[in-house]
């Protein structure tokens, strides 16, 4: 059993724009009876014109540089000799026709071969289905017109479910001629009922590598469009596949040139809370989880692709609609792949495996900021892109987990994979540490600042041998999901730690949250080093995050009540009680002095002092308050208000005083 997340796109329609949302997702429970289910990753922008919008396919081989690309003895590089397999969920029964209507408009040629089928390969579609419909219409339409020349293979599983989807992929990796699979779907990393994640997805990857005799296979995933707060999804964090982010194009009107690009807050990333870091991944982040996106491309609704729809058409109006979502990049990151393949063919070399080279090769493109290569990376292999997203959430320079290793630029990454040398760091690399960790459970949601906490990391030996020696933990707190800027929360010492290889233990560390923090939301990470050895330490970083705050005493006094309240000068009584609006106990003293003014308004030097209560000790919970009768003499008519005020001396501090004085009126 597993539990998922599910997510169907809902589709409805207006009479003058059409509309794609997409559901907020739940948490269900599944059972084998109703296994989990996938969505498209894909958001149409309402139309507000009867024309079409969105980029064309020229403007998109301008931008990326597609039509700069060159190839072997002066072939046109589309993709010639290569099979794209696709695979969706349900059937577009017009896509054909869409496809043709498509290519007339920007003077397309048909493809060599289209052929449709179903997860077995048969003949018998499944039912048509108008959401996925418009995934379809992107995928093919858009894998074909980036590469022309190639062989379309759609594969129609018979539901959106995960094993479907799954024996529609397989059956495609399976299929003759077929040298790149794209898959636009995928939902939340499988869970447990407890609510921690664990490995059963992880039984599913094998399905993304190339069968036994068959020419290479890359797989290519759409890393989804529910933001960063969803997380890694799956399959994008799938090690054995490229998983394709989303940003936002702005191409020149004039020169349809690449103007800029910016990140896309919709991209869902972030670090796998299954699957272990490759080692494809060193040299671009640090933790010992698999990360994503890989790469990105163009997936901004709001700088989107003109598709034509005719499947869920109103009558009257339009089929053809401008849509985004990262569902847009992964098949045209499996053209450019499919491109790069005809190359290989052209030099005599096999299609590319995805695993074992289209992912390495990639990689081996980068070179961090602050080394010799990160210029070429940057200026010649990819766009760079950066840029401020939701708080907490940056595309710095060089690889994040909201653009991956950036947007292609298309000449020189087709070189790199037809088999031009990658570029690789600058001075020796230090090896990666054997021991690594994987956080265990989330933290809680929110705690305060000098509270204590705990987590516990899973330790796995990744090496190919016994790990004997001492090692040390340290957990850090991290605005950032790395351990740039991090603060230390606690470190434990092994000094004897013989694992064989493969192997894993348990440790649970404890620490006190820090009261130096300021209020925000941080990752907890956690840095494994191997004492005494020159390997780069193992950091892993706490999918879920948690809202440290500081610690703050906040002593509010208040009447609870006058007797007599009409003060004529003889004695009176006042209830007076001091409450803490804080967050932590407050530990001190509490001073009170009484006073009667005319005014309202405290002035020491002018309003007489009826009563003083001084070192009253106090002890106080968050919430709890300390009642105070106070006996004093009424003062002369004239006088009507009662002002009690306090001062205190406690542990923290009363960090608001502006709640440090009450009034009260009577009827003199």
């Known amino acids: 059993m597993f539990r998922r997340q599910r997510n169907r796109g809902q589709h409805r329609r207006a009479r003058s724009a059409r509309t794609w949302a997409e559901s ?103 039912q048509p289905d108008a959401g996925w419909a418009g995934e379809i219409s992107l995928d093919v339409e858009w894998s074909h017109a980036i590469a022309p020349g190639a062989n379309i293979l759609l594969v129609e599983a018979t539901t959106n479910s995960n094993s479907d989807l799954v024996a529609a992929t397989d059956y495609a990796r399976h299929a003759a001629g077929v040298s790149v ?84 807050d919709g991209t869902a990333g972030g670090y796998s809370g299954v699957e272990p870091k490759p080692a494809y991944q060193d040299v671009a982040q640090a933790t010992a989880l698999r990360s994503t996106p890989d790469v990105s491309y163009d997936g901004d609704p709001v700088t989107g692709f003109a598709i034509y729809d005719s499947f869920e058409s109103v009558p009257g109006l339009t089929s053809w609609v401008d849509i985004g979502g990262t569902s847009a990049g992964a098949p045209q990151w499996s053209a450019l792949l499919a491109i790069a393949n005809q190359g290989r063919a052209l030099a005599g070399l096999g299609s590319l495996d995805g695993v074992s080279q289209t992912l390495p090769l990639l990689y081996g493109l980068y070179s961090p900021p602050g080394t010799v290569g990160y210029l070429t990376y940057s200026t010649t ?78 330790l796995t030996n990744t090496g190919t041998s016994r790990f004997k020696g001492p090692i040390a933990v340290t957990v850090y707190a991290s605005a950032q999901d790395s351990l740039t800027g991090g603060i230390a929360l606690g470190t434990i010492s092994v000094p004897k730690l013989s694992l064989g290889a493969g192997a894993s233990r348990t440790l649970r560390l404890r620490f006190t949250y820090p009261t130096s923090l300021a209020t925000g939301t941080y990752y907890l990470v956690a840095a494994v080093t191997e004492t005494g050895t020159n390997t780069v330490p193992s950091v892993t970083v706490n999918p879920a995050t948690v809202t440290i705050t500081a610690p703050a005493v906040d002593l509010a006094v208040a009447f609870s009540g006058i007797q ?105």
């Open 24 to 126: 907020l997702e739940q948490r269900m429970l599944l059972s084998a009876a109703a296994p989990p289910v996938m969505h498209p990753d894909y958001i149409i922008r309402p139309n507000v014109t009867t024309g079409i919008m969105g980029y064309s396919p020229g403007q998109i081989k301008s931008a990326y540089g597609f039509d700069q690309v060159s190839l072997s003895g002066g072939a046109t590089p589309d993709g010639t000799g290569q099979t794209i397999a696709i695979v969706d969920a349900f059937d577009d029964p017009n896509i054909v026709s869409d496809l043709a209507t498509f290519d007339s408009q920007f003077g397309l040629p048909a493809p060599p071969s289209f052929r449709v089928v179903n997860q077995t390969g048969g003949s018998s579609l499944p």
């Open 181 to 264: 699979v794209s898959m636009s779907w995928g939902g939340s990393e499988f869970f447990s009922f407890n609510g921690f994640e664990f490995d059963s997805q992880t039984a599913f990857d094998p399905t993304f590598t190339t069968p036994s005799g068959h020419q290479g296979v890359t797989f290519v995933v759409a890393s989804g469009d529910s933001g960063a707060f969803s997380g890694a999804q799956w399959p994008s964090s799938s090690p054995n596949v490229l998983a394709v982010g989303g940003t936002s194009l702005l191409i020149n009107a004039t020169t349809e040139a690449y103007q800029s690009e910016s990140p896309w």
């Open 564 to 668: 007599p309240l009409a003060l004529n000068g003889s004695n009176s009584d006042a209830i007076i009680t001091v409450t803490n609006l804080g967050n932590v106990i407050a530990n001190g003293t509490v001073n009170l002095n009484l006073y009667a003014s005319a005014t309202g308004v405290l002035n020491v030097a002018v309003d007489p002092l009826l009563a003083t209560l001084s070192g009253v000790p106090v002890h106080l919970r968050p919430g709890r308050f300390l009642r105070m009768r106070v006996h004093f003499a009424a003062p002369a008519a004239g006088l009507t208000d009662l002002i009690a005020s306090i001062t205190s001396s406690t542990t923290p501090a009363d960090n608001n005083p502006a709640n440090n004085t009450a009034v009260a009126t009577t009827t003199g």
């Open 381 to 458: 292999f990819f766009h760079d892109v950066t840029g401020s997203l939701t708080p907490g959430r940056q595309a710095v320079p060089g690889y994040d987990t909201a653009t991956g290793l950036g947007s292609p630029r298309a000449p020189a990454v087709i070189d790199a994979l037809v088999g031009a040398p990658a570029v690789g760091t600058s001075g020796p690399v230090t090896p990666s540490a054997q021991i690594v960790g994987a956080f265990k459970g989330n933290p809680p949601v929110s705690v305060i600042g000098g509270t204590t906490g705990s987590v516990t990391l899973h």
